[in-house]
């Protein structure tokens, strides 16, 4: 089982309407070609949070504070437990986002992202993270390695879980 994060820095703007996420199109591994947040695998001994603010600098330059978790999702492949994933999400941060080789950062509106160019899941779990709630999911994928190539058959969510 692998354990990963996600991160999403938010910033508002004049209105609710101006409200933006930062997302990135990966460039390599992974979901390459698809957007999601700044994230990856935690190394030995590194906590989730840790994990997340380091690949969060790594990826995008941006220093990240404060962070909230948001989720914990649960990836099932041919019904054995694949990965762990904890959501974070932030207001607090510095720097300016800037490329890297792994991902092209890109600010997008909340009501704006691209749920077509990323994973089946995220159109059921996103929304809610980015409108300020919480959610314990898990998600069943079939047809084996390499998950991007898997097929999404069910999930299960809970929201509003305290972490």
């Known amino acids: 089982m692998t354990e990963t994060t996600l991160c999403f820095p938010l910033r508002d703007g004049d209105d609710d309407a101006d409200r933006e996420v930062l997302l ?5 591994g ?5 957007y999601n947040g700044p994230g990856g695998k935690c190394e030995p001994g590194e906590t989730p949070r840790e994990c997340a603010i380091r690949e969060t600098h790594e990826e995008v330059g941006l220093e990240v504070r404060d ?5 914990e999702l649960t990836f099932l492949l041919d019904g054995e ?5 904890h959501v974070y ?3 607090s941060f510095t720097g300016e986002p800037t490329p890297s080789e792994e991902a092209y950062p890109e600010w997008v509106p909340i009501d704006g992202v691209p749920y077509d160019r990323m994973w089946d899941d995220d159109h059921l779990w996103l929304p809610g993270v980015l409108e300020g709630q919480t959610v314990a999911g898990e998600f069943q994928f079939e ?3 390499p998950l991007d190539e898997a097929e ?8 509003d879980v305290p972490f």
Do not use: P
């Open 143 to 145: 047809g084996g390695e």
């Open 89 to 91: 999400r932030t207001r």
């Open 30 to 34: 992974l979901g390459e070609g698809w």
């Open 24 to 28: 990135i199109e990966k460039r390599r």
């Open 81 to 85: 437990e694949h990965t762990v994933c």
């Open 67 to 71: 962070l909230e978790k948001a989720g």
């Open 152 to 159: 999404f058959v069910d999930h299960d969510l809970e929201w």
